[in-house]
Every structure is written in structure tokens, then in C-alpha cells.
């Protein structure tokens, strides 16, 4: 029985087109006694339908659920107080992955789906929060909706209402409004356009519409949260096939624990469901350090003069105390400059306020501005120039109003303390070991395939600017043994630079890199860098780039070109007869009206010879941790790039520090990438200059 069929449609077009500015209501805002859930896919909702709740930014949800026919994995994460998205697999138990048993074995079906809402208005007194959603935009579709959903809290309950199209509105029980304005908007086509992977605007907001609800209720016992829903799907077109459906009412409840939250739930009145939830906070996360405060100035006994200044504590001290490891100094009467590297503090701030502590507490008061220049390698990269009078009034809390951020600038090395610059040492060898770990999720021969182990890496400079590196790949643990074949049978027509992957990564110890490499700054603000030899994983040549970085700008911009050929995957140090002409012209900006951001752009020939633009957006939050996704549009077609149509993937990078009990520098990165294909791929150059001049960035910290 279709009980809304008759609602008028300016009703459902004021519902559906609910896009207000926040500020045209200035009613406060209401504190939620009810804190927000993930409903079954993932992403803050009830049961299967989605709230317009948002969560803390930096919230991270990683979710289990099972629902008989399906189960799903998904990871929910809060990107600005306005804007969540969601990663999620699902596995259909009543579907095999494929029809070839040499291929996928019994393995059941396995679909990979992206989801995000925004938020239109926050919710007021009077006025409730809107959010709008898109469910599963890319990919085959498995369950792809739009909706506008409007949330309303009342002390302990939690009230929604929304419409929905797609999937949330097979239901059909509200005229769709925008078939009145065009007819094309009547019926919804079906099926995915190219081979997967693209986002089909074109079946946005069509087809039939549905009307979905319910509530959230927080018990007086605080761990335990009971949910009721009404949903706008009728499972007659479900993947897993049609599924009976009793009702269309769905209840539920949800116990927490810790970080911890255990749902419940009984669906289409006939459907037990259940699951688990891992919750934290990437923008609050930290890790407890075994570290001495910044040293305390107020009752200080400085040197009187230069000459009773002891050296070599206040080295000592920079090293230990401040994290800074000199390579040279220069003390004067006036100022003093500390050239070196920091390898503890990531936060400029910290660092700058610790460094300037130590120096104010042995430098005579003579001393007027400390110079505390940072380089990357044995290249001075910023020098952030401290007043010396101002940071000690700040310091010792002299002045209430005193902010110790205000008593120092970063701009880059001027000529005259380039000149004083004189390292005793620029050349030597050098030596480390990182962890490496890849994982992918969804592949035919196993779900869940992951490979780790060390990166020995090491060489020699010759002086601040020459360097030979080398890093040897050693696999300690892995499950790639479970791939079933070694060569793709897809249709694309593009070379393969990238899908002989497995070819590559079944040798267990792989020699990654062997280059000599020249980087030197050519001006105050460009920096240059050239290089030769076994370039990365798979390509070898020679290549050079060319960056504009100025100190704390927000936008850069650089240009590569490389000339790259192809490694044989049998004989690490031979090469088959592929060759390219690859690199691209960069721009690296980070928007005001996007705190924490930074958007890349790169255009320019990929590995495959194919043309076009590499998208990539990074966010990071406050702990450190940066979470970012791209995607490469070429002008490959769809059909010729093969399955996925065309590249993307996400990424999240750690710093080291959240991890040690000690202050300390370095990131740990960790790739997914839905489907590799060969169309739309990037060299991995040796070292991009945009990380080498990462001390000149304030989005590096």
C-alpha cells in the first residue's frame, strides 16, 4: 500500500531540496544526550538507514556486521564537522565471486562501495540538522541512494526523517518531485556505466522515492541505546537476490563498551543481525611520552659574557633537550645561529619553544635574536628568527598577554647567514631500516591478501648536495603465494607497468633502489633535484624536478620529467625493452576554507603513455595522522583501462611519535588501492621535493 502517493509535491521538494545556510538561523545549538551509531553498512544511522548525525571530526569507526545473506566491513570517518565518508566491502553469502573455479575458488561474492554526507544545517532549537547522503556513488551499485535526511533530538530520544531515491526508495511510496520538472527523472536507470568504478551522476535523484525514519533512545543506563526504524527498501532487487521482506519496520540496540559498541538487531521481520564497532579519535590521538617539560627560564643564570659561555652544555643540551642535532654554529655578540636537523619534535612550535629555552638560559643577554635554521639533508631550508627580549618576557609569563608564537618568524636563509654557514662535515655514510606492510582487500584468490617486512637502506654523501642511496626490500610475512596467476587475462589494451605486480612481489628479497642523486636550492624559494639509476619497484632511468616552495605558503609548484624503463622482475638488475617519457607540472595548495588540507594536482604523461590529471587530497588532523585519497583521469577510455575504468585509492599516513614513548620524527604510510590497473600511473620517483623541503610546510608537522 503506497500511504504517501498523494502527498503534494511541493511538500517532498521542500524536504528534498532542504539546502539552508546555517547562518540563516541563529538559534543555539542543542547538545545531543544521545550520542550518534553506525547503522549496518557504516556511516552514523539506525538499522539500514542513515541519520543526518555527524560525529567528532577525526572520529574513526571501523565496523563488523552480519546480516545472513550479507556481511560487511566498513571504515566511517569524520572528516570536518560537515562531511563524513565511509569505505565499505560487502560480502554476498548467496553469490560465488566468480563462475571459474580456477579463478576464485568457492569464494563468495565480494563488492567494494564508497559513501558521503554532508551537513546543510545545523540543528538549532527550533530548527533541525539536515544532511545530504550519497550511498555507495561508485562501482557496480550494489546499493546506491541518495537522500536528505532531517535529525531532531528531544532530551533522551533521537528522532529522523528522510526521503530516499535508489535502493533506500524501491519501496515507492512518494511521488518523486523531480519527474513532475523533467521526465527523464521517472525511472531510474540501471546497471554501472563503463567497467565499475565511476560515479554515475546521471541516475542521481531518479526513479522511484521512498520515506524513511525512526528514533534513538539513550536508556538511564548509559552503555545501552535502543533504535526504530521504518526503511524505504522493499529487497525485491537486492544483489543477493529478492529478499522476503515482512515488514518494513527494523528494531534494535546497541551496548558500548570502552571504545567498544556491540549492536543487536531484528530486521524485515525475519532477520537477526549483529556486529562490533572499534571507535577512536584521530584528531585526539596521542601516546603517553617519557619526556622532560621545556626547560623552565625564570630563575635562569645565563653566561654574562661570550666568553664565559659554555659551548659545549649548550649543545649538549640543543641535541638532547631540543631534539636538534647541529652541523654547525655561529655566536656572536648579538646573535646567535644554530644550524642542524630535528629529529625528535615534529611540531614546529614545540620545537622552537624548547630550542629557545635552552638558548635563553645560556646566551648572555647581550645576544638579541637566536637563529634556529632547519635543514633537510645538509641544506638549509628555513630559519626561524627568534626575538630574543620578546620570547623571555613570554616565557617567564612576565606578561599576561604574551604569546610565544608572536616572538618568532620563519622566512627563509638570507645570504648573510648562508655565508656563515660552514659545516664541519658533509659527507659520510648513512644507514636505516623501515617496516613496510601492503595489504589488499577484495581480490578473487583470498579477500584479505598483505605482504611486510624490513627496507634496509643506506649510502654515502659525498658533500650537501651529491648522494649515492641504495634500499634492499626483504618479505618476512606474507600471503601472496595465494595468487593463482600470474598473468592479467583483462582486456586493456595499455602496457603493463604496473598489473606484473605480483610478478614483483613474490621475489622475497628485491633490490627496491640504487640511485645517485644531486638536490640543491637555487634561490630562495626553488630547489632543484636530479637523479639516475634503479628508480623504484618496477621502473629504472633518469629524471629531475624543480620546485617554488616559499616558507609557509600555501601553494606550491613543481615540474618533473623523467626518462623510465622497465625492470626485469627475474633479474633485478636487467630491464625489459619498455620505455617512457613520464612526468607532470604540480600544484600543491592548502585552502583556507579548508583547515588541515592540501590538494595536489598533477598533469602531465603517465607510465602507460597515457594523458591527463592526478587528483589527490590530504587531510590532516591535529595527532598528525594525514588521511588522504586520489584519482587519475586520463584520456584512456574505460573500456581500454579495464576494470575500475579508472585509477584511485586512499591512503593514511602515521607519524612514528604515536607509537614511541619517545619524542621522535618519521611516518609510516599505509596504501589501499581498490583495483591496480596500468592507465593512469605515476613514476615513484626516488624523492619528491616537496617532502624534502617539508621543514618549510606547516602541513608536515
Not at 170 to 175: C, E, G, K, L, N
Not at 381 to 406: H, Q, S
Not at 448 to 461: D, E, N, T, V
Request: glycine fraction near 10%; include cysteine; aromatic fraction near 16%.
Amino acid at each position: 500500500m503506497k500511504l504517501f502517493k498523494g502527498m503534494p509535491s511541493r511538500c517532498a521538494i521542500a524536504v528534498a531540496t532542504a539546502c539552508v545556510s546555517q547562518s540563516a538561523f541563529s538559534d543555539d545549538a542543542v547538545s545531543l544526550q544521545v550520542k550518534p551509531s553506525q547503522m549496518v553498512q557504516g556511516g552514523t544511522g539506525l538499522i539500514q538507514t542513515p541519520t543526518s548525525r555527524m560525529g567528532e571530526v577525526g572520529d574513526l569507526y571501523m565496523n563488523y556486521t552480519d546480516n545472513n545473506e550479507y556481511r560487511f566491513w566498513s571504515v566511517n570517518l569524520q572528516l570536518f564537522d560537515w562531511m563524513q565518508a565511509t569505505a565499505r566491502y560487502t560480502d554476498v553469502r548467496t553469490r560465488l565471486y566468480s563462475d571459474v573455479p580456477s579463478f576464485s575458488g568457492d569464494q563468495t561474492l565480494k563488492d567494494k562501495g564508497l559513501d558521503v554526507k554532508f551537513r546543510l544545517l545545523e540543528e538549532g532549537h527550533y530548527f533541525p540538522e539536515v544532511s545530504l547522503g550519497f550511498r555507495d556513488f561508485g562501482g557496480t551499485g550494489f546499493f546506491e541512494s541518495e537522500y536528505v535526511t532531517a535529525s531532531k533530538a528531544y532530551g533522551p530520544f533521537d528522532f529522523h526523517l528522510g526521503l530516499g531515491w535508489g535502493y533506500m526508495g524501491t519501496a515507492d511510496d512518494i511521488t518523486n518531485p523531480f519527474c513532475k520538472i523533467r521526465d527523464s527523472y521517472c525511472d531510474r536507470p540501471s546497471g554501472f556505466s563503463g567497467r565499475g568504478g565511476k560515479i554515475d551522476y546521471d541516475q542521481f535523484f531518479k526513479g522511484p522515492m521512498a520515506v524513511f525514519g525512526g528514533v534513538e533512545y539513550q536508556t538511564p543506563w548509559e552503555p545501552l541505546r535502543l533504535k526504530l526504524e521504518f526503511e524505504g527498501n522493499n529487497y525485491q532487487y537486492d544483489r543477493a537476490g529478492a529478499l522476503e521482506q515482512d515488514s518494513r519496520w527494523n528494531v534494535g540496540a546497541v551496548y558500548r563498551w570502552n571504545n567498544f559498541d556491540f549492536p543487536a538487531n531484528y530486521q524485515r521481520g525475519n532477520t537477526f543481525g549483529f556486529g562490533v564497532t572499534y571507535h577512536f579519535n584521530m584528531n585526539t590521538a596521542k601516546q603517553v611520552k617519557f619526556d622532560d617539560p621545556p626547560r623552565e627560564i625564570v630563575d635562569a643564570k645565563p653566561a654574562a659574557s661570550l666568553a664565559e659561555l659554555n659551548k659545549s652544555r649548550l649543545y649538549r643540551s640543543l641535541a638532547y633537550d631540543g631534539g636538534f642535532i647541529l652541523t654547525d654554529a655561529s655566536v656572536e655578540e648579538d646573535e646567535a645561529i644554530f644550524y642542524g636537523n630535528q629529529i625528535a619534535y615534529r611540531n614546529k612550535a614545540e620545537a622552537v619553544n624548547r630550542i629557545g629555552r635552552i638558548a635563553a638560559s645560556e646566551l648572555p643577554e647581550s645576544v638579541k635574536s637566536y637563529h634556529i635554521v632547519e635543514n633537510a639533508g645538509r641544506l638549509p631550508m628555513v630559519d626561524t628568527v627568534i626575538d630574543a627580549d620578546a620570547f623571555k618576557v613570554a616565557a617567564k609569563y612576565e606578561d599576561i598577554e604574551a604569546d610565544i608564537t608572536r616572538t618568532y618568524t620563519r622566512v627563509a636563509p638570507s645570504e648573510d647567514v648562508l655565508e656563515k654557514y660552514e659545516p664541519n662535515r658533509t659527507n659520510g655514510f648513512f644507514k636505516g631500516v623501515d617496516f613496510f606492510y601492503t595489504q589488499s582487500f577484495g581480490n578473487p584468490e583470498d579477500f584479505y591478501l598483505y605482504q611486510g617486512g624490513l627496507i634496509f637502506s643506506g649510502g654515502y654523501a659525498f658533500n650537501e648536495n651529491w648522494a649515492a642511496v641504495s634500499s634492499v626490500r626483504a618479505t618476512l610475512l606474507d600471503n601472496f603465494d595465494k595468487f593463482s596467476f600470474r598473468i592479467d587475462q583483462d582486456t586493456s589494451t595499455l602496457p603493463r607497468v604496473r598489473t606484473m605486480v605480483r610478478e614483483y612481489v613474490s621475489n622475497d628479497l628485491w633490490l627496491d633502489t640504487a640511485i645517485l642523486q644531486w638536490n640543491d636550492r637555487l634561490s630562495d624559494n626553488v630547489f632543484a633535484q636530479a637523479y639516475g639509476g634503479y628508480l623504484e619497484t618496477m621502473f629504472g632511468g633518469i629524471g629531475g624536478e624543480v620546485l617554488w616552495q616559499p616558507v609557509d605558503s600555501r601553494i606550491a609548484f613543481g615540474v618533473d620529467v623523467n626518462y623510465a624503463k622497465q625492470r626485469d622482475y627475474d633479474e633485478p638488475f636487467d630491464f625489459f625493452d619498455y620505455d617512457v617519457i613520464t612526468g607532470h607540472v604540480s600544484a600543491y595548495w592548502q585552502p583556507e576554507f579548508l583547515p588541515d588540507t592540501m590538494l595536489t594536482v598533477s598533469a602531465g604523461q603517465f607510465l602507460a603513455k597515457d594523458k591527463g590529471v592526478n587528483i589527490d587530497f590530504a587531510k590532516r588532523f591535529d595527532s598528525g595522522i594525514i588521511v588522504g585519497a586520489y584519482a587519475a583521469i586520463t584520456n584512456v577510455s574505460s573500456e581500454e583501462y579495464g576494470e575500475g575504468s579508472f585509477t584511485k585509492g586512499f591512503y593514511i599516513s602515521v607519524p612514528l611519535d604515536l607509537f614511541t614513548l619517545m619524542p621522535s620524527k618519521g611516518r609510516g604510510s599505509f596504501p589501499w588501492v581498490p583495483i591496480s590497473r596500468d592507465g593512469g600511473q605515476m613514476l615513484k620517483r626516488p624523492g619528491r621535493l616537496i617532502d624534502f623541503t617539508g621543514p618549510r610546510s606547516s602541513f608536515f608537522d
